[in-house]
């Protein structure tokens, strides 16, 4: 049985003093809430807060982005092993944000998630087509490459840590949410991508999010398709009933 995660991803949104008021809010209303997994991935600057207010909660604190290696000349970089010093639990990587505006690619996403869990974080790596591919016929063909070149040459217990996230770039910040069918024929495919490069035991343990506009009235629509273990959320995380909402669907 795959344990839900719900996941807020902040982007470039909050200040420190934004997110102890979030947290404030927030962690109230889902202090009772268990059989799912609840994440906050702030910017960095907000990470050392948001760690203090979720500490002893059943929230987990994740990083949007990290670069390989542990320490070294790189001017504006944070490294997984820095993350994990503070206590950060998970990594989104590949994000289509950072793929659009920062070039990363499938080689990237690679080195990326290996150096996650090289410090012991959970890659929450992101796959997803965009609006022209889809209405090409080509989504298949993208998310297969998008496996093939960046999760596909993990190894079986490297794989077995990860998080996949479906994230069709066209409902990203949009509002158009992809239908539940849309995004569960997609999460099916993925998940046959992983049965067979790690096999069926691995693909009935992973668990593959989706993520592009899920707000509070669309989760559990989404939620209520067997291969949908859990959304990745922009803008409905910045709030905190918003986001409670959706964690307790
Ligand atoms: P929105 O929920 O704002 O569409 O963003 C989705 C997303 O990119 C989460 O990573």
Redesign the pocket.
Known sequence: MRTPLLAG?W?MYKTPADTQAFFDGFLPLVAGTTGRDAAICPPYIDLAVALAAAKGSNVGIGAQNLATGKEGAMTGEISGYMLQTIGVKYV?IG???RRQFFGENEAGVLSKTIAALEYGLIPIV?VGELLAERESGSTEAVLGAQFDGGIAPLTPEQFAKIVI?Y?PVW????GKVASPEQAADAHTFIRGKVAAKFGAAAAEATRILY????KPDNVAGLMAKPDIDGA??????LDPKSFAAIVNF
């Open positions: 991803n982007k989104i994000h289509s944000e992101c996230a994230e409902a990203i910040g949009t993520g592009g506009s899920v990745l959320v922009g803008g409905a995380s």
